[in-house]
């Protein structure tokens, strides 16, 4: 079964929904560049009200190892995703479970995926000015038959209507939506989730 991570969460009411609707997972954004960034204080209290069920991820972009261990200490978080230009170094040495973001744009180089030793790699759409969340797609025939040993996770531009097709041409352990189940940024539409997270299921 595909894995579902709703990500960009910025309050409890999106969090529990998301939740009830049959999310895997929550990511929360503590990188202050973001239009979704959320307060660790406010994160922490979200965290702590959810079912054991639920694998809560922090996203960091370009932080330093010990702002992460302070704030996956603070929030308890289950696990972290760097989602900037971490390098392999830097990844291999954040000693939590572990998703790193690599940001799409033509091609992908197999042995550059295989030097990080993360236990997911998400793929996402390359922008010249955002880290991610800019609700763009990228061609997904390239991530088609892609033979790496870790397990991958699709992001950017999905949505209830496009995701089963993404899934039928990557066949990713899981999947990341953000803006495609929201209003606005940080707020999630709850038709929207349903629709998105049914879709997963269901295969419609």
Known sequence: MTRIKICGITNREDA???????????GFIFY?????????????????????????????????????ASLKEKTGIDAVQLHGDESPEFCNAVPYKLIKALRIKDNID???????????ILFDKHSEDSYGGTGRSFNWDILRNL????????????????????????????VDVSSGVEDSPGKKNHVKLRKFIEAVRNGY
């Open 16 to 26: 529990m929904r998301a939740a009830k609707l049959g999310a895997d997972a929550l």
């Open 32 to 68: 202050r560049g973001s239009r979704r960034y959320i307060d660790p204080g406010i994160a922490a209290r979200i965290v702590g009200s959810l079912p054991p069920f639920i694998t809560t991820v922090g996203v960091f972009v370009n932080q330093s190892l010990d702002e992460i």
């Open 110 to 120: 197999r042995e550059e995926v295989e030097l990080y030793s993360v236990q997911a």
């Open 147 to 174: 033979d790496i040993s870790k397990e991958i996770i699709l992001s950017g531009g999905l949505t209830p209507e496009n995701v089963c097709q993404a899934m039928e041409t990557v066949k990713p352990y899981g």
